[in-house]
């Protein structure tokens, strides 16, 4: 029940980012920012992504009872690959949700505008916890179902060791994925062409200080999210599994 509210509260938050949005233009006469609002939807992906990830699973699981009571290796086989791409698409589009906290840059804001600086901070600041949250409810869901897949009965004690491996490299993944949209202006679907994506960052890379630069945003991004993301996690999966 407590997940259910928690869901509904993200559901609400992103609503309310997209409310002040419209409310900007229409109040303010100012052009809407469409971007914003795409942005919001591409955020909330990896949270759909999730439900659809682990609902997917479980429409697979007789399936896999059938084959698994007829000792049929395809059972295993079955179950790796539904994972293994289920969980790379979902990778792909992680970075999305984390992409807003650098809307805080106030790159929509002309001098000319007519909006006050504090509507502006409220807004801006209401669509990034909007991403923040979807980041977390999204890795949440994926963590805590790679969880009940190798345990069943779920771990009282915490969450094992190799969820919060995979937790880690997801959000490392997912900062250097805001780093690429950022600066290099590339999306999730870019990855249908990995060798030009791979050409255009190794190019970037070599201009003087952008290595630096990328580990740097890298680094400081990962490292909020986690700080974000791990206490948070912690008290659900106490509250989930005690």
Do not use: C
């Amino acid at each position: 029940m407590a997940a259910l509210v928690d869901l509904i509260a993200i559901v609400l938050l992103n609503v309310y980012a997209a409310v002040l949005i419209v409310l900007r233009a229409a109040v303010y006469r100012v052009r809407l920012y469409r971007p914003m609002l795409v942005n919001i939807a591409l955020s909330f992906l990896p949270v759909v992504g999730a439900l659809v990830g682990i609902a997917g699973l479980l429409l697979l699981a007789p399936v896999v009872e059938v084959l698994a009571a007829g000792l049929h290796e395809g059972a295993v086989v079955l179950v790796w690959i539904y994972l293994v791409v289920a969980t790379v698409l979902w990778v792909l589009f992680f970075p999305n949700a984390i992409y807003l906290i650098t809307e805080l840059n106030f790159s929509h804001r002309q001098e000319s505008d007519p909006v006050p600086l504090w509507f502006d901070i409220v807004q801006t600041l209401t669509l990034t916890l909007s991403g923040i949250a979807n980041a977390i409810a999204g890795l949440a869901i994926v963590q805590t179902g790679f969880v009940l897949l190798a345990d069943p009965n779920g771990h009282s004690t915490g969450a094992p060791g190799f969820s919060w491996v995979f937790a880690g490299v997801v959000i490392v993944l997912g900062a250097l994925g805001v780093y690429l949209g950022r600066y290099l202006r590339f999306n999730s679907w870019d990855v249908r062409h990995p060798a030009s994506l791979a050409h255009k960052l190794i190019t970037h890379l070599r201009e003087p200080g952008r290595a630096l630069e990328a580990g740097g945003f890298v680094l400081s991004h990962a490292v909020l999210v986690a700080l974000v993301y791990v206490p948070i996690y912690v008290i659900f999966y106490r509250a989930l599994f005690s």
